[in-house]
Each structure stands twice: as C-alpha cells, then as structure tokens.
C-alpha cells in the first residue's frame, strides 16, 4: 500500500527521516525522488531512511563489474568456439562439393560410355547369331568343299 505521508516542510521530513540536509538532498537525487513536494509514499520514506554507503555501493559496482566481465569471457569463448565449428564445416562442406562435383564427371563419364558399349555388345550379339544360322558342313564338304 503507498500511503501519502504528508509533511509541511522539507525540513519537517529531514527530521522525521532522521538524516543531515545533505544526505537527504543526495539521497534523493540518487533515488529520482522529488524533493520540493509536500507528500512522500511509505516506499519513497523507506527508500529515504535506507542508509546507503560509498563502500557498499563500491563492492556491489566492483562485484557487478566482475560478473560482467566473466559473462563477457564466457560470451567470448563461446564465439571463438561457435566460429571454429563453422569453420569446419565450412571445410566440410567444400569436401563434400569437392566429391558432388566428381560425382558428376563420373556418371557423365558413365552416360558417355553406356551407347559404346551397348553397341558393341549388340555387334558381338549379331555376329553369334551370323554364326549360328550359318549351316553346318558335314566332314567331307570341309575337306573337299
């Protein structure tokens, strides 16, 4: 629930808060909390009252530093080796157009070689079937024939 807490002057709230004038006016600039108005919600109050040191904020800076800097490397590492996959693939790939590509030639090579050799086929079926409607000659026609 923010409830309106009203105060007549800043001075009034400082009291109330607890805080030097300074402190207040810092906090505040720090918080985005406006500081010329009257009526301050109980999370603006409690942000207020929070006391807030330079060595604090300093780790937590030097702490968020840190893991920004290890997600940062980890980020890093994880690129290099996203590119070294991709650039073995990349080899993988210019091998295997390497063997598309002689793939190709052969069954050209096969495409050109099949009629040669279907004809010669056919040549040598004609001449057994010459050979076969040739008719026999007995023995003596062979010798006197």
Do not use: C
């Not at 290890?70 to 996203?82: H, K, L």
């Not at 070689?113 to 008719?135: F, H, M």
């Not at 003596?140 to 024939?145: T, V, Y």
């Amino acid at each position: 629930m923010n409830n309106k807490n009203k105060f007549r002057t800043t001075t009034d709230l400082i009291n109330f808060l607890g805080i030097g004038r300074p402190t207040f006016y810092r906090r505040a600039k720090k918080l985005g909390i406006e500081t010329n108005k009257q009526s301050y919600s109980d999370e603006e109050i409690k942000l207020l009252s929070q006391r807030f040191t330079v060595k604090q904020d300093f780790k937590s800076i030097k702490q968020e530093e840190i893991n920004n800097n290890y997600s940062v490397a980890i980020i890093t590492e994880q690129i290099r080796n996203s590119n070294r996959i991709i650039e073995q693939q990349a080899k993988q790939l210019d091998i295997k157009d390497k063997q598309i590509s002689e793939l190709h030639n052969l069954l050209d090579q096969q495409q050109k070689l099949t009629p040669v050799l279907q004809s010669r086929l056919d040549n040598k079926n004609q001449e057994l079937l010459d050979l076969k409607e040739t008719p026999k000659k007995g023995f003596w026609r062979r010798l006197f024939g």
